[in-house]
């Protein structure tokens, strides 16, 4: 890891500020929004679908900080990865304390068994909720103190993302109806951010690229 | 369904206090949970203030507030604008918009198949021919959420028993109207359009389930399946086919576009069972439109008494 610079980069302030757009959007709909949009009428669907769709959009952006940095070769963007990952956690929680107060409140009394039944039978809910317990640890160790204690196991704790990701977009594929292009988009895109990581397609992107812009030294090794 | 005493009818006050309070728990449910830095929950009261008044227009031309169960009615405002209609759109909100510039009018049903009397209603006829009852149903969306409609219409029968269904008719077949100029949805590759619905010939008959030609009191709107659509409450929402131009009595069980769509979760029945999941999520609970907590759903959607009967003997795990 690069040493830590004081300061936030441009780059940094704009990820921690569009973070919270979603929620801000979100609050502006509730206080000036329609009273016939779906976000009035039937507001624990919508609230599910915008912090579902955010935490995914998040998560993808989180794999992508690296391909950008192999295909373009723009390092600034690697310090983005901790807090978008850290706001991907954080946004899954949001959606899954919804689908638990959503699920959990019925004819007037808290109903446990609800809960427990919404999450765990249906698979679509379950994957979902594998997604979030798989960033449950990542979330807890994404600090430099965990870094520090886990050494070379840190890295490799934190390549479980990739399950995350692949949980993640099997989640909204078994819960839309019959149109999928919109999930399968979202699989498509963690397919291709996997595979730039693939070491040897990593290095042949790597190398192409060096070619271009004329430098002349072949990378061998994995970064 | 009209038999309410008027001692079970919520008088306006409470029921305008009630809304208050469910505007309220609506934006509390964001603010607690997500935003609990953006302010109190009393202050999204500003758009009530229209809504309020145009609901108590639409309370005015009906005549209760409640169902028999004492459920309130939904808003006009809910009604008229979150409707599932994929011929227009798929998102529940983007239904409206689109389906202004469909026209219901002029508009002629074909009713034919096995029948000794084939005939061909306009809407007009339809209108005036017979006698218009309101109907004020539970709905019951597959979605798990539901609503209550004060529908106005005429028992299907009645069309049905015009006609004189042959003794080989068994079911009848629904369409919707086809028009991809003036229905964008209908672009999807996803369904087999046009829209079809089928019923059993007993289970149309049966008194409950109508033929709506309006809600609130007034013509149906295009986004709710103007100019006339059918009404199942016992079924899940689907059922109830909008904008129908086309009734055929036959004598094979007819394919819906959901069962085409997805036959291992739609069936022909589709009717409201809360022991019978969803394959991807529970049928045990719903959420009534402008409530905060679910509430159990009840079998049949609580008109077992009128309709348990049409199914004795059937596994409705298998006719589902």
């Not at chain 1, 595979?195 to 060096?210: C, M, Q």
Request: charged share 20%.
């Amino acid at each position: 890891m690069t040493k830590h610079k004081q300061g936030w980069t441009p780059l940094q302030i704009a990820t921690h500020i569009g973070a919270f757009i979603p929620l801000i959007v979100l609050a502006w709909d509730f206080w000036f929004g329609s009273p016939t949009s779906p976000l009035m009428i039937n507001p624990f669907q919508e609230v599910t679908f915008r912090t579902g769709k955010t935490t995914l959009v998040l998560l993808m952006l989180t794999l992508a900080v690296t391909p950008i940095n192999i295909v373009f070769g723009i390092k600034q963007v690697l310090p983005l990865r901790k807090p978008l990952g850290n706001y991907t956690f954080m946004y899954g929680v949001i959606h899954f304390l919804i689908f638990i107060v959503d699920n959990g409140y019925v004819d007037n009394t808290i109903d446990f068994m609800a809960v427990y039944q919404a999450t765990f039978e249906k698979r679509f809910a379950y994957v979902g909720f594998t997604a979030l317990m798989i960033m449950l640890p990542l979330a807890l160790t994404s600090n430099r103190w965990a870094m520090r204690h886990l050494r070379k196991n840190w890295k490799r704790l934190h390549r479980i993302v990739y399950a995350a990701g692949i949980a993640g977009v099997i989640h909204y594929v078994w819960l839309v109806k019959s149109d999928i292009r919109q999930p399968l988009a979202f699989g498509a895109l963690l397919i291709l951010l996997l595979v730039i990581r693939v070491p040897a397609v990593r290095r042949t992107i790597i190398n192409f690229r060096r070619g271009l812009t004329g430098q002349s030294q072949a990378v061998v090794g994995g970064a | 369904m009209t038999d309410i005493k008027s001692s079970e009818i919520t008088p306006e006050h409470i029921y305008l206090n009630r809304r208050k309070f469910m505007v309220g728990i609506g934006a509390l449910a964001a603010s607690s949970a997500v935003l609990a830095a953006c302010g109190p929950a009393g202050q999204t009261a500003a758009p009530e203030n229209s809504d309020g008044a145009s609901q108590a227009e639409a309370i005015a031309a009906v005549s209760a507030e409640t169902d028999e169960l004492g459920d309130e009615l939904t808003t006009y405002e809910a009604v008229t604008n979150f409707n599932n209609y994929y011929e227009f759109s798929t998102d529940k909100e983007g239904v409206a918009p689109l389906a202004k510039s469909f026209d219901p009018e002029p508009w002629k049903v074909e009713v034919g198949g096995l029948v000794n009397n084939p005939k061909t209603y306009d809407i007009d006829d339809l209108r005036t021919k017979f006698d218009q009852q309101e109907r004020i149903y539970r709905l019951r969306c597959v979605e798990a959420w539901s609503m209550v409609i004060p529908w106005m219409g005429f028992p299907l029968a009645e069309i049905l028993k015009e006609v004189e269904p042959t003794s080989d008719a068994k079911y009848v077949r629904f369409e919707t109207v086809y028009r991809p100029e003036q229905m964008p949805g209908l672009g999807s590759p996803w369904y087999t359009w046009p829209y079809a619905e089928g019923l059993r010939l007993d289970e149309a008959m049966n008194d409950l389930a109508i033929a709506a030609t309006g809600l609130y009191g007034k013509n149906l709107l295009p986004q709710n399946g103007a100019p006339i659509r059918l009404v199942m409450p016992w079924k899940y929402g689907f059922k109830s086919i909008k904008s129908i131009v086309k009734i055929e009595l036959v004598d094979y069980q007819p394919t819906s576009l959901w069962m085409d769509a997805a036959p291992n979760e739609y069936g022909f029945y589709a009717n409201v069972n809360p022991e019978v999941d969803h394959p991807r999520w529970s049928q045990a609970t719903e959420r009534r439109i402008g409530e905060f907590g679910r509430r159990k759903t009840l079998p049949f959607n609580g008109y077992a008494e009128q309709v348990a009967h049409l199914y004795d003997g059937m596994d409705l795990r298998v006719n589902f």
